[in-house]
Every structure is written in C-alpha cells, then in structure tokens.
C-alpha cells in the first residue's frame, strides 16, 4: 500500500510560482510512476504532468506545457511539480497520484492518490 500526501497549494497571483510535494509512504516508492492531475469546480479531473520511476521520463499536458516542471527525489520519496506563470485557470484542486504499472494520462491508470491540495490563483 502507497500513502500519498500534499502540499505547497495556496493562494498566489496571476503571474507567480508554486512548488507543490508529495511525500510517499508504506512500501518502495521509486519504482512508481507519479502523476499530478487537477480538478476545478464543476469540471473532470484532468492529467498535469507525470515522471517516470527515474525520473528521466516526463510529459505534460498542452496547459501546463513550458511552465512547469515535475521531477521526483527518490531518496526523499518526494516528487514535486514546479509551477511558474500561474493563470486563473490552473486554480483548482492538485491531487499526487502513484501507479505501479507505468502510470498513463487518465485518471484510470493510477491506483493511489493523494487527498489534494488546493491552488487558487487571483486575477
């Protein structure tokens, strides 16, 4: 079993930075494939960017592409998601997700998760 837990979310204005963490624990982490998605109000949960177990593999998705960075501190069970020239519509809720069996781009291909935290940016 993987425990997956937050942070780093808050309220930043348009135009700023936020580094968000995940720390994992209850079983081997490095070999896990990390995701972050976000959900807005009223919306799906959507795919943000995903890292390989090391850390040589990334993708983002077209919204974020260019403005953030996933990578992961294995050493730490830590895998972080930098990102920079917020808009209004990255506000929502960010949710770490960890899959064993190389992750993917859906909700679907991931079998831990976080309980998320939120990011709001002003306008």
């Known amino acids: 079993q993987v425990q997956l837990v937050e942070s780093g979310g808050g309220l930043v204005q348009a135009g700023g930075s936020l580094r968000l963490s995940c720390a994992a624990s209850g079983r081997t982490f490095s070999s896990y494939t990390m995701g972050w998605f976000r959900q807005a109000p009223g919306k799906e949960r959507e795919f943000v960017a995903l890292?390989?177990?090391?850390?040589?593999?990334?993708y983002y998705a077209d919204s974020v592409k260019g403005r953030s960075t996933i990578s992961r501190d294995n050493a730490k069970n830590t895998v972080y998601l930098q990102m920079n020239s917020l808009k209004p519509e990255d506000t929502a809720v960010y949710y770490c997700a960890a899959d064993q069996r190389g992750g993917g781009y859906e909700t679907r291909d991931y079998n831990y998760w976080g309980q998320g935290t939120q990011v709001t940016v002003s306008s």
């Open positions: 890292v390989s177990w090391s850390g040589r593999n990334t």
